[in-house]
Nanobody, 131 residues
Framework: EVQLQASGGGLVQAGGSLRLSCEVS????????IGWFRQAPEKDSEGVSC????????LFEDSVKGRFTMSSDNAKSTVYLQMNSLNPEDTAVYYC????????????????????????WGQGTLVTVSS
């Protein structure tokens, strides 16, 4: 059984930074994609970013491009979401999820940000950005 554990959320002032972690445990395939999604209060969930485990390629939603980065430590089976220049609009519960599909296919804009693409989900971690 695969489990995902997201952590690193908290309260930060506008302009600040946070790093979220997503630890994936269990039997992992050689190739998978990890995605980050977020859900703000009274808003629909939206895809934020995704990363391929095999080559580290990433995609970002337009509103976070240039501010957020993703990286992975395959030895630790952990993916990181570094969030810089945070603003109150980034306030949300952030979730990580894994897709077992070919990551070369997942790492396209249509599929990276589609919740239906992902097979397993972790619990969320709350990010609150104060103005």
């Amino acid at each position: 059984e695969v489990q995902l554990q997201a952590s690193g959320g908290g309260l930060v002032q506008a302009g600040g930074s946070l790093r979220l972690s997503c630890e994936v445990s269990g039997a992992l395939s050689d190739d998978y994609a990890i995605g980050w999604f977020r859900q703000a209060p009274e808003k629909d969930s939206e895809g934020v970013s995704c990363i391929s485990s095999s080559d580290g390629s990433t995609l970002f939603e337009d509103s976070v491009k240039g501010r957020f980065t993703m990286s992975s430590d395959n030895a630790k089976s952990t993916v990181y979401l570094q969030m810089n220049s945070l603003n109150p609009e980034d306030t949300a519960v952030y979730y990580c999820a894994v897709s077992w599909a070919d990551s070369r296919v997942v790492l396209t804009r249509r599929r990276c940000f589609d919740e239906d693409e992902y097979d397993e989900w972790g619990q969320g971690t709350l990010v609150t950005v104060s103005s």
